[in-house]
Structures are given as structure tokens and as C-alpha cells.
């Protein structure tokens, strides 16, 4: 069995910072790729931003140049650095996972957090 839990999500006034986590437990060998994603009211969850075991990582371009995504891999977490938020940065915050347990590969999803930013 394996979890992935967020945590860090909160309300922050706009141009403020927060820092999400997301640390994954359970039967892992290795963790692949890591994603956070978001979803905000009525729309379509979209992709915030990704890093691979390697440390190669990409970004939506409405977040490019404020938020930083890293991970560690002896602690199996992963993070997201939001600074300069944005009203339109609200939404849900979901960690994303591909994670190898012994010789199988799933994709795995945490429960969420919430981020709301006020104007």
C-alpha cells in the first residue's frame, strides 16, 4: 500500500508566499516521476508542474519564474515553492506519483490541499 499526503496548503493574501509537500509511504523502490497538479472550481484539473527522479523538471506557464518544484529522494518528497501568489493560483493541490513497488509501476494521487490566495 502506498499513500502520498500534502500538506502546507492554506490561505495567504496575494504576493505571498507557501510551500506544499507531499511525502509518499508505503512498499516503494523507487519513485519516478512527481507531479503537482491543481484544480480550481469548475475546471479542469491542469498541470502545475513536474520533476523526474533525475531532477529535470517542467512548469505551466502561468507559474514559470514563481513557483520552483524539488524533491528529496532519501525522503521520498516532493515540494512546491509558491512565492508571488495570485488570486487565479486558488485551487486544490494534488501530488502526483509514479512509483515502482518491487516490479509493478502505478500512478498514485493525495487527497488534495487547498490554497486560496485573497485579493
Known amino acids: 500500500q502506498v499513500q502520498l499526503v500534502e500538506s502546507g496548503g492554506g490561505l495567504v493574501q496575494a504576493g505571498g508566499s507557501l510551500r506544499l509537500s507531499c511525502a509518499a509511504s508505503?512498499?516503494?523502490?523507487?519513485?519516478?516521476?512527481m507531479a503537482w497538479y491543481r484544480q480550481a472550481p469548475g475546471k479542469q484539473r491542469e498541470l502545475v508542474a513536474g520533476?523526474?527522479?533525475?531532477?529535470?523538471?517542467n512548469y505551466a506557464d502561468s507559474v514559470k519564474g514563481r513557483f520552483t518544484i524539488s524533491r528529496d529522494n532519501a525522503k521520498n518528497t516532493m515540494y512546491l515553492q509558491m512565492n508571488s501568489l495570485k488570486p487565479e493560483d486558488t485551487a486544490v493541490y494534488y501530488c502526483?506519483?509514479?512509483?515502482?513497488?518491487?516490479?509493478?509501476?502505478?500512478?498514485?494521487w493525495g487527497q488534495g490541499t487547498q490554497v486560496t490566495v485573497s485579493s
Open positions: 520533476i523526474a527522479s533525475g531532477g529535470s523538471s
Open positions: 502526483n506519483a509514479d512509483i515502482r513497488s518491487f516490479v509493478r509501476v502505478n500512478a498514485y
Open positions: 508505503g512498499i516503494i523502490t523507487i519513485i519516478d516521476r
